[in-house]
């Protein structure tokens, strides 16, 4: 069991640049998560996949923000024409809904920076 | 809808001292209630959690929660602070197991020597 693995861990882009980013979830996990967390804040959800299916996002994720996950296995969270208002730490989490302990887990982070 | 309130954003402590960490939550259905511990740089990892049963939880690093519904808390205490210890601690919500967290904004953790 490796654990949930974000990538790239830090990036750094000019503001109207796209940037993506890639969490590889615990394997026989159905859930994926992406939340942000900008400096002394705590995570904010912004969607969650449910194997394939996006079945909920929240306002927060506007229309330059789009998550996929193609095969319910990794997802990828794009953000397109980056602001500086972007700028936060990208978390992806994954659970096994329906059984077990429901527990979230998180990766480490992706922290994007955006000058 | 679902929300947490961590009382205090920075709460400090000497070495061997008693920590308590306050967390209020507010829910209409019965709560699934976490405290997660972030270190520098790190992602998020799981103390405790109370779904349901025995409302006084135990997890790793010596810590214990107590739910109590009547007061809508669940606050976080361990008896001797560590150095070690020193971290960003969140408390989270869900209406379910597995389901999404709902987070308080945190509260940063320091230990004196």
């Known amino acids: 069991d490796t654990g949930v693995s974000q990538d790239p861990r830090h990036k750094i882009t000019k503001r109207g640049q796209n940037v993506t980013f890639r969490c590889d979830p615990i394997s026989e996990h159905n859930r994926l998560y992406w939340y942000r967390q900008t400096l002394g804040q705590g995570p904010e959800f912004l969607t969650y996949?449910?194997?394939?299916?996006?079945l909920e996002k929240s306002r927060l994720l506007s229309d330059r923000f789009s998550a996929e996950r193609p095969k319910g296995s990794f997802s990828t969270l794009e953000i397109q024409r980056t602001e500086q208002g972007d700028s936060a730490m990208y978390l992806c989490?994954?659970?096994?809904w329906g059984q077990g302990t429901g527990e979230l887990f998180f990766g480490e982070g992706s922290r994007l920076t955006v000058l | 809808a679902q929300s947490v309130t961590q009382l205090g954003s920075h709460v400090s402590v000497s070495e061997g001292a008693l920590v308590l960490l306050r967390c209020n939550y507010s829910s209409s259905v019965p709560p699934y209630l976490f405290w997660y511990v972030q270190y520098p740089n790190q992602g998020l990892q799981l103390l405790l959690k109370y779904t349901t049963g025995a409302t006084l939880v135990k997890g790793i690093n010596g810590f214990e929660a107590e739910f109590k519904k009547s007061e809508t808390s669940f606050h976080l205490t361990k008896p001797s602070a560590h150095m070690s210890d020193a971290a960003e601690y969140f408390c989270?919500?869900?209406?379910?197991?597995?389901?999404?967290?709902?987070f308080g904004q945190g509260t940063e953790l320091s230990v004196k020597p």
């Open positions: 989270a919500v869900s209406d379910n197991q597995g389901g999404k967290l709902i």
């Open positions: 989490a994954s659970s096994f």
């Open positions: 996949f449910q194997n394939e299916a996006q």
